[in-house]
């Protein structure tokens, strides 16, 4: 599981790597019936599943194009741009000719 994983995405990988210590754990606790190991490979399956929902929302949230939040002086910039170029003539203003 873990082998197959190298090629994606750090969370996804971070994501397995927690699952697979807690499945070691919860085997190793069955088999030798210490209840310690049971608690810890329960905390580790509980960081796996915080870990794969936050690169899940992670993901999500750069997929929908709101990676960059902007302040309010980044916006009133940009906006100036905008109609700078809105107003801005495309032609040198003619001269009217004196006749």
Do not use: C, Q, Y
């Not at 082998?3 to 927690?18: I, K, M, V």
């Amino acid at each position: 599981m873990k082998l197959a994983s190298f090629r994606e995405a750090p969370g996804f990988n971070l994501t397995l790597l927690f699952l697979w210590m807690a499945f070691v754990l919860l085997a190793v606790s069955l088999f030798t019936g210490l209840a310690i190991l049971s608690i810890v490979g329960g905390i580790a399956a509980i960081i796996s599943s915080v870990i794969a929902a936050t690169a899940s929302f992670t993901d999500l949230h750069r997929r929908a194009g709101l990676g960059e939040v902007l302040i309010v002086d980044e916006i009133a910039r940009k906006a100036r741009e905008r109609l700078a170029k809105k107003i801005r003539p495309s032609e040198a203003p003619r001269h009217p000719e004196a006749s």
